[in-house]
């Protein structure tokens, strides 16, 4: 697949240095770098993809989600219906 990207000229002539070093033409080297870029772990430090996604839960918490107890009960209003109510105040 062809693309066209816009490369800081001292990063171009930095790379285009780089390419003549080595033998390799400029695409290769951006080829190169990009891989390994995208197949490098995460750096260290870095956010962990979502705090939902890796949180622990309770025990007690699991098994009474599990039991229904945090499920609406017939007649509850949704939290949309919260929200829109929320916003619809003008006092707020």
Do not use: C, H
């Not at 870029?37 to 025990?59: C, H, I, Q, T």
């Not at 699991?62 to 929320?86: C, H, M, T, W």
């Amino acid at each position: 697949m062809k693309t066209t990207i816009d490369i800081p000229e001292p990063l171009y002539k930095k790379a285009k240095i780089r390419a003549i070093e080595r033998g390799q033409t400029l695409k290769q080297i951006v080829l190169i770098s990009l891989k390994r870029e995208l197949e490098a772990p995460k750096a260290v430090g870095e956010a962990p993809s979502s705090y939902w996604a890796n949180r622990n839960l309770r025990p007690d918490f699991v098994r009474l989600q599990a039991e229904g107890a945090f499920k609406p009960k017939p007649g509850s209003r949704s939290i949309e219906e919260i929200i829109d109510e929320i916003k619809a105040d003008s006092s707020l």
